[in-house]
């Protein structure tokens, strides 16, 4: 990989990494480390990758990235669950189903949002998301049919988002 | 793909009658195991215990979970999906335009699909990688450093003759007018002691009342000073020295007595300061906390236009030294014999 492609590869991916972080970080500031993050790895490991995984290689430094981010912030989660009580009533009474449906992506469970976002923002097949996340085909199949029927469940009753 | 849903009844019969393959068979086993899965009484007998299953169970993925699912759920996620082949999405197709509960269920799913928006990452050129610096480049700044090092080595600084400083910069008439040798003034307060006695030493154009002596000693003659000067500045004894107007830089500060009790000595150091200061606004001014003899401050001051050889310049300070007279302050100042 030469410094002429990588830098082809900051302005083809480096939008959707940054997306793809933003949205399971919801912090632009923590989206713009980690795309910094994969990036640099990324050149760091430039002779070992094949220039055709070098996308897929970005979206799985990130993925890792995020499980051990939610790992850690596991121990601050009696907080978060205190603050969410309060925007209950936010909620509740909002319209726009984007948004609640944006909330109720965030509300999903790690693996989850990851494959969900993955193929909907990135249009990956199962199986790149499968090598992506380190999950086979038919779990990727399993994990987004979950993700789906949470999503409708918390589109239907908005409570459940809370 | 082809999306498949065998409903778990399909799996015990297969199962009862005996036609799963082995693999297959204990998958589905530790599958109902794992997931506390009701077993038909029929086939209670069947169903092992749970020393049958592996640790490597409860790691694999449970693949039959959608065995589990609602089937018209199942095949609307895997129509959305785009998993069917033709004839099966034909068939939800038509079931969701017959069937309200279909096509509601449709809809509902069809929501939870997010819409791409993009996002502008800003700072791109951080990632960016910039053409290193060609080879030659950075193997002649080394060859420059090294062949540096190397004069500097070979020759180092030092000057002709001791206390006398070689100027780097030429000196222009005005500036060696004005730094003509001066004859010394008699040290009569404090005589420096050698083997001969009190020494003559030659110093800068005095001012009036200050008497800088020798690099070395650095002492301060208070002679000169007219009565009338002294007695102004003993009335001011109350004056702190730190009201002294000028810039509290470090210098007036390391100047300033730390007792701020008023001697003579006190008075006619802040004198000096204030003179320094005001006679010499370009002027580089040193000075030290001396220790010898019987002072225990002096001051060095010397003009920006005659620098030598032996200068290290330091943020605000340009320290000099003079490398044959070994006992010499690192810091004194050499043009005090010119």
Avoid at chain 1, 39 to 60: E, R, V
Avoid at chain 2, 29 to 49: G, K, Q, R, W, Y
Avoid at chain 2, 56 to 75: A, G, R, T, V, W
Avoid at chain 2, 97 to 125: C, G, I, M, Q, R
């Amino acid at each position: 990989m030469s410094r002429v492609s990588y830098n082809e590869w900051v302005d083809s991916f480096a939008d959707g990494v940054y997306r793809f972080a933003l949205k399971n970080t919801k912090d632009s500031e923590q989206a713009k480390d980690l795309v910094q993050d994969a990036f640099a790895k990324l050149w760091i490991k430039k002779g070992q990758i094949d220039p055709n995984k070098a996308k897929a290689y970005l979206y799985q430094i990130v993925s890792n990235a995020l499980i051990d981010r939610a790992r850690k912030a596991r121990l601050n989660e009696t907080l978060k669950v205190h603050l969410a009580s309060k925007d209950a009533t936010v909620y509740t009474e909002s319209v726009d189903l984007k948004k609640t449906l944006e909330d109720a992506v965030a509300k999903l469970p790690e693996i989850q949002r990851h494959v969900v976002l993955l193929r909907d923002y990135e249009g990956y097949s199962y199986e790149e998301i499968g090598a992506i996340t380190s999950l086979t085909e038919q779990q990727v199949k399993v994990y987004i049919f979950r993700a789906r029927q949470k999503l409708r469940s918390m589109l239907v009753n908005p409570e459940l988002i809370v | 793909m082809t999306y498949q849903n065998i409903p778990i009844e399909v799996w015990f019969i297969e199962l009862f009658d005996g036609t799963l393959s082995e693999e297959a068979r204990h998958e589905f086993l530790a599958f109902c195991l794992i997931n506390n899965i009701e077993v038909p009484d029929a086939l209670t007998t069947l169903m092992p215990s749970e020393d049958f299953l592996h640790p490597k169970d409860f790691l694999n993925f449970p693949s039959h979970e959608s065995i589990l699912n609602d089937p018209k759920q199942d095949l609307l996620l895997a129509y959305n999906e785009g998993l069917l082949n033709a004839a099966d999405a034909h068939w939800v197709e038509q079931q969701i335009e017959a069937n309200k509960a279909w096509k509601s269920l449709h809809a509902e799913f069809s929501a939870t699909y997010l819409v791409p928006k993009s996002y502008e990452f800003l700072d791109k050129k951080l990632l960016y990688k910039q053409q290193p610096a060609p080879w030659w480049l950075s193997a002649s700044i080394a060859a420059a450093a090294v062949f540096l090092g190397l004069m500097l080595f070979l020759f180092p600084f030092k000057t002709n003759d001791s206390g006398i400083s070689r100027p780097t910069s030429k000196v222009n008439g005005k500036t060696k007018k004005i730094y003509q040798d001066q004859p010394a003034q008699p040290d009569v307060s404090l005589p420096t002691k050698t083997s001969e006695g009190t020494v003559d030493l030659k110093v800068p154009s005095p001012i009036k009342g200050i008497v800088v002596s020798s690099s070395r000693d650095c002492t301060l003659h208070p002679d000169a000073y007219t009565e009338d000067e002294l007695a102004t500045t003993g009335n001011n004894t109350q004056t702190s020295i730190d009201s002294v107007v000028r810039p509290m830089d470090e210098l007036t500060q390391m100047a300033a007595s730390k007792n701020h009790e008023k001697t003579l000595r006190s008075i006619i150091k802040e004198r000096i300061i204030k003179r320094i200061f005001d006679r010499e606004d370009n002027a580089l001014v040193l000075e030290r906390e001396s220790k010898w003899f019987n002072q225990s401050f002096g001051f060095k001051y010397k003009r920006q236009a005659d620098r030598s050889f032996s200068q290290v310049k330091l943020g605000p300070f340009v320290f000099e030294w003079n490398k044959k007279n070994k006992n010499s302050n690192f810091l004194s100042m050499l043009p005090s014999n010119q």
